[in-house]
């Protein structure tokens, strides 16, 4: 009985070493991420809008700073003339205007940095999840990263998509806002 349960397990092994082993290819590609942020469309209208946004509020700021170094040139000529104690009252709301137009800019810098901030992890968060799928629907096992922080140090240019990619997400892009466009030409 032992002997031919070790006489079948022998066959049965030597019927598997005989079994080429099945490899599956693993279908890989890669995306190069600062090519991807500067190629695709929303990102670009995205920096633009913050752009536009920075300049218009920007200007409103440097109307206010520059009123403020035309009453601090006035007030260098008019403190001999009013005496120690208006200079020194002047001089006080001046610095008082000086360090709120400092605030203001800050708090101008940190409002435009984190709104643009939401809408851009908004934007990656929308990208990323768009490879996947597209990762899914073209059969890829992996599709990697490169870029500024780049996770591949070497790979081929024949495994890179990231053209594939720009140009199936700027498609994307630009199909919503067509369909808008019709939907305006008809009313």
Known sequence: MKKALVIIALSISLVACN?????????????????????????KDLEAKY???????????????????????SFQSQAQANGQAWAQQKGAELQKREQQLGYAQQAL????????GKEMDSLVSG?????????????????????????????????????EIIK?????YKAPAKTEEKVEAKK
């Open 19 to 43: 079994k080429p082993a099945e490899v599956k290819e693993v279908k890989t590609a890669y995306v190069d991420t600062s090519e991807l942020m500067k190629e695709y469309t929303e990102a």
């Open 51 to 73: 752009k536009s946004k920075a300049e218009e509020k920007g200007r409103q700021l440097e109307a206010q700073i520059a009123r403020f170094k035309q009453e601090a040139a």
């Open 109 to 116: 810098s940190q409002e435009l940095q984190q709104e643009s």
């Open 127 to 163: 990208v990323k999840k768009f490879i996947k799928a597209y990762g899914k629907e073209k059969g890829y096992a992996y599709i990697y990263g490169t870029g500024d922080a780049a996770s591949i140090l070497y790979a081929e240019d024949k495994f890179d998509i990231t053209k």
């Open 168 to 172: 199936a997400l700027n498609d994307k």
